[in-house]
C-alpha cells in the first residue's frame, strides 16, 4: 500500500471520472499554448519581394521571359538570380533588385543584358508577391533589407518571455498555488492573443507578444504539474506524455489555419478564439491535493476528497488524517481545522534549495542540460525541416503529427524500462544520429532525411518525458519551482537555436555536429541520474535526495510490492 498523499489513488482511483474531466479540460488549454508558440511561423512570413516599381510599367523581362506586367513576373522569380527589368510608357528602363533599383543611362534597345551606365537609387518602398501571403507584418512595415532583423528577432523575442514566464510562475504556483496560476495565464492567453491581432506597429505587436510568451510558458508549466498531482502512478506517465500531444495539436492547428488564412491578423484572432471555450470552465477546477496538504490547508483538502470520491462513485471515507506521511510524526488537528492553516510554520523556499548539497546540484545541473539539449535539438531539427522543400503547410503539419508516435512510443518504454533507461537511450540515439548526418553526402538526401527523423523522434522522446521525470525528482514544495526552471533552460536552448542555424552559413552540418554532441555527452550524465519508476512522490528534500539510494530494511517490502503493483499495471 502507497504511504503518504500518493494513497488517495489507490484508495480513490489512479484515474476515474474526477481526474479525467479535470485531465482533458486542463490539456485542452495546452493546445493554445503549442498554437501560439508556433504562430510567428506565418505572422513573419517574407514573400518575394522588389524594390517599389515606377509607375506606368508596359514591358518586363527576367531572364528568358517576356511579360507585360510586374505581377505576372513571380511565377519565374528567383530571389539572387538577376534583376527583373521593366520598362516604362516613358521609355525609361530599370533593374529592379530585392533591395536597390537601378537606372539605366542612355539604353536604346529592351533587352535583359546591359553593359552601359547605371544609377543606384535606394528603395522607397516594396513590391511583393501576393500569391502565397496576402498579408503578414513583414509586407504591413516592410520588415525586409536593413529592417529584416526585426522580423528575425521576432521569434527569439517570444522566446525570451516564455523563459522568463517558466521561471515566474513556477515559483508564483508553489507560493499562492497551481489553480489561481491556470485561470491566470489562460485568461491572459485570450486578451494577449485577440490584442497583438490589432497592434499597429512592430514595436507594440514584439511587446504584446512578449507578455503572451510569459503567460503561455506559465500555463504549460503548471498544468504539467497540475496533472501530475492529480494522477496516480499507474497512469502518470501517459497523463504528463500526453501534454505534449495537446502543445502537437496546437502546431497541427496552426498549419491548417495558416493554409486557409493568409491574412496575419484574421489568422492571428481565429487561432486565439479555437481554445477561448476553456475560459467557460476553468473557473471550476480545485486545487491540487498535494498543494493543499503540503500548505496545511486541511479543510480544503478534505473536501476535495470527498468530491473525488462522490464523482467516482465511491464512499467518502478517507480522511485527511490518514494521508499524512507517518515519518512526520504529526497528526491532523480537528481544532485547527477551521481556519485552514499549517501547525508548523512554513519554511520559503527558492531555487538555491535545488543545489542544496552536492547530490542535488549534479541532479538539477543533469536535469537542466536534458532540457536545453531537448529544446535546442528540437527547434534545430525544425528551423532546418525548411530544407526539405515541398509545401510549407503540410510540412509544419508533419512536423507536429510526426511527434505523437514518438510520445507513445516513449510512454511504453518508460512505465517498462524506467525513466532514466528510455531518456539516456534517446538522448545518446539522437546524439550518434545527428552525428552521422554530417557523413552523408549532400547528394543522398533521402539518407539525410532519414538521419534527421530519427534524430528528432530520439530528442522528442527524452524532451517529452523530462517534464514527469523532472516533477518525480523533486518534492512537493519545491516541485513547479523545478519545472519552471527546467522550463527555463528549455528556452535558454529555443532561444539559441535559431543561432544556432545561422552557423550553417560556416558548414551546413555544423548545426547538427554541436546538437549531436551535446546529446551524447548529456545522454552519459543522464545515466547517473535516479530512477522514479513505481516511486511515490515526495514531499521533502530529504525524501528526494534519498531517491536511488539503498532502502532502509522496514522500507524494502513496501517499495518491492509498488515496484510490482507498477509492473504489472
Given at each position: ?6 494513497r488517495?489513488?489507490?484508495?480513490l ?20 499554448c ?16 522588389l ?29 539572387g ?14 533593374e529592379l ?8 543611362l ?19 518602398g ?32 517570444f ?8 521561471l ?30 490589432f ?43 500526453h ?5 502537437a495539436?496546437?502546431i ?16 492571428q484572432i ?28 486541511y ?6 476528497l ?27 488537528n ?8 499549517a ?6 523556499l ?5 543545489f ?10 543533469t ?5 536545453f ?5 528540437y ?41 532514466k533507461?528510455?531518456?539516456a ?17 549532400q ?8 538521419l ?5 523522434f ?14 518525480e ?20 536552448g529555443?532561444?539559441?537555436a535559431?543561432?544556432c542555424?545561422?552557423?550553417a552559413?560556416?558548414?551546413i ?8 554532441i ?16 513505481g516511486?511515490p ?15 532502509n ?17
Amino acid at each position: 500500500m502507497t504511504t503518504g498523499v500518493e494513497r488517495l489513488f489507490d484508495e480513490l482511483g489512479h484515474f476515474k471520472r474526477f481526474q479525467a474531466c479535470l485531465y482533458f479540460a486542463a490539456i485542452f488549454q495546452a493546445i493554445s499554448c503549442g498554437i501560439h508558440y508556433l504562430a510567428s511561423v506565418f505572422l513573419v512570413e517574407t514573400p518575394k519581394f522588389l524594390c517599389d516599381a515606377p509607375s506606368n510599367i508596359t514591358d518586363v523581362l527576367y531572364r528568358n521571359h517576356s511579360l507585360t506586367s510586374l505581377a505576372d513576373v513571380w511565377t519565374y522569380y528567383r530571389p539572387g538570380d538577376g534583376p527583373v527589368v521593366v520598362r516604362t510608357a516613358g521609355g525609361d528602363q530599370w533593374e529592379l533588385s530585392p533591395c536597390l533599383k537601378m537606372l539605366r543611362l542612355d539604353a536604346i534597345n529592351f533587352q535583359y543584358e546591359f553593359f552601359g551606365n547605371k544609377t543606384v537609387e535606394s528603395c522607397g518602398g516594396f513590391v511583393y508577391d501576393h500569391s502565397e501571403v496576402e498579408q503578414s507584418i513583414v509586407t504591413d512595415w516592410d520588415l525586409v533589407c536593413e529592417k529584416e532583423w526585426l522580423a528575425k528577432l521576432t521569434q527569439p523575442t517570444f522566446m525570451l518571455g516564455v523563459l522568463i514566464g517558466a521561471l515566474v510562475f513556477g515559483d508564483v504556483a508553489d507560493r499562492i498555488g497551481r489553480r489561481p496560476i491556470l485561470m491566470a495565464t489562460s485568461l491572459c492567453q485570450f486578451l494577449f492573443g485577440v490584442t497583438v491581432a490589432f497592434t499597429g506597429n512592430y514595436y507594440l505587436f514584439v511587446l504584446i507578444r512578449f507578455l503572451l510568451a510569459m503567460v503561455s510558458s506559465g500555463y504549460l508549466v503548471v498544468v504539467f504539474v497540475y496533472v501530475t498531482e492529480f494522477t496516480g502512478i499507474k497512469v502518470r506517465t501517459w497523463t504528463s506524455m500526453h501534454v505534449h500531444a495537446a502543445f502537437a495539436v496546437g502546431i497541427m492547428v496552426v498549419a491548417l489555419v495558416g493554409y486557409l488564412v493568409r491574412v496575419w491578423w484574421i489568422y492571428q484572432i481565429i487561432l486565439t478564439l479555437s481554445t477561448s471555450p476553456f475560459l467557460l470552465y476553468c473557473w471550476k477546477f480545485p486545487e491540487t491535493p498535494f498543494y493543499l496538504m503540503a500548505k496545511g490547508r486541511y479543510k480544503e483538502a478534505q473536501e476535495l476528497l470527498d468530491t473525488m470520491a462522490y464523482f467516482n462513485g465511491l464512499p467518502p471515507t478517507l480522511k485527511v488524517s490518514e494521508l499524512k506521511d507517518e515519518c512526520d510524526g504529526a497528526l491532523l488537528n480537528d481544532n485547527n481545522q477551521e481556519d485552514g492553516r499549517a501547525v508548523e510554520v512554513e519554511k520559503r523556499l527558492s531555487i538555491l534549495d535545488m543545489f542544496g548539497s552536492l547530490k542535488m546540484a549534479g541532479r538539477s545541473a543533469t536535469c537542466w542540460a536534458i532540457w536545453f539539449i531537448g529544446s535546442l535539438g528540437y527547434y534545430v531539427f525544425s528551423l532546418g525541416s525548411v530544407n526539405l522543400g515541398g509545401n510549407q503547410y503540410i510540412n509544419l503539419f508533419l512536423a507536429g503529427a510526426v511527434e505523437v508516435p514518438s510520445y507513445l512510443i516513449g510512454c511504453f518504454a518508460m512505465d517498462r524500462v524506467g525513466r532514466k533507461k528510455t531518456c539516456a537511450p534517446a538522448l545518446l540515439l539522437g546524439g550518434v544520429a545527428c552525428m552521422l548526418i554530417i557523413v552523408v553526402p549532400q547528394d543522398i538526401e533521402i539518407l539525410a532525411l532519414v538521419l534527421s527523423m530519427t534524430g528528432k523522434f530520439a530528442i522528442a522522446i527524452a524532451f517529452g518525458l523530462i517534464y514527469l521525470y523532472t516533477c518525480e525528482l523533486y518534492p512537493t514544495i519545491i516541485r513547479s519551482l523545478a519545472v519552471g526552471s527546467g522550463s527555463m533552460m528549455c528556452r535558454v536552448g529555443s532561444v539559441m537555436a535559431p543561432f544556432c542555424v545561422y552557423l550553417a552559413d560556416i558548414w551546413i552540418y555544423l548545426p547538427q555536429l554541436i546538437v549531436g554532441i551535446l546529446a551524447f555527452i548529456i545522454g552519459i550524465l543522464t545515466l547517473f541520474l535516479p530512477e522514479t519508476l513505481g516511486q511515490p512522490l515526495t514531499s521533502t528534500l530529504e525524501e528526494a535526495e534519498a531517491l536511488g539510494s539503498k532502502p532502509n530494511t522496514k522500507n524494502t517490502a513496501v517499495d518491492v510490492l509498488e515496484m510490482n503493483k507498477s509492473t504489472k499495471a
